[in-house]
């Protein structure tokens, strides 16, 4: 059985970690073909309050899953959790 889903990635340009983090969860095999939305965290001012100095922050379906470095065993409870 395969997962669905969709990570949403929040970033700003020139974050060399956000850059880091969707590299790593694009060669990571049980996140493969899942689509990845990245947002500019500067966009809007709730998320940019929210999440401003905590990118890149991932989340999988609208929760919360880690920040800074992608923590592969979060990312693999998400998907078993299809949260």
Do not use: N, W
């Not at 970033?11 to 850059?19: A, F, I, V």
């Not at 947002?39 to 999440?51: I, L």
């Amino acid at each position: 059985m395969s997962a669905t889903g969709r990570f949403t990635l929040y970033s700003r340009p020139g974050c060399h970690l956000c850059e880091e983090m969707q590299a790593a969860l694009a060669q990571l095999p049980a996140a493969a073909g899942l689509p990845v939305e990245v947002r500019d965290v500067d966009a809007d001012p709730a998320t940019r309050a929210r999440y401003g100095l905590k990118i890149p922050v991932l989340l999988f379906e609208g929760a919360f899953v880690c920040f800074g470095r992608l923590d592969v065993d979060e990312v693999h409870k998400a998907l078993a959790q299809g949260r």
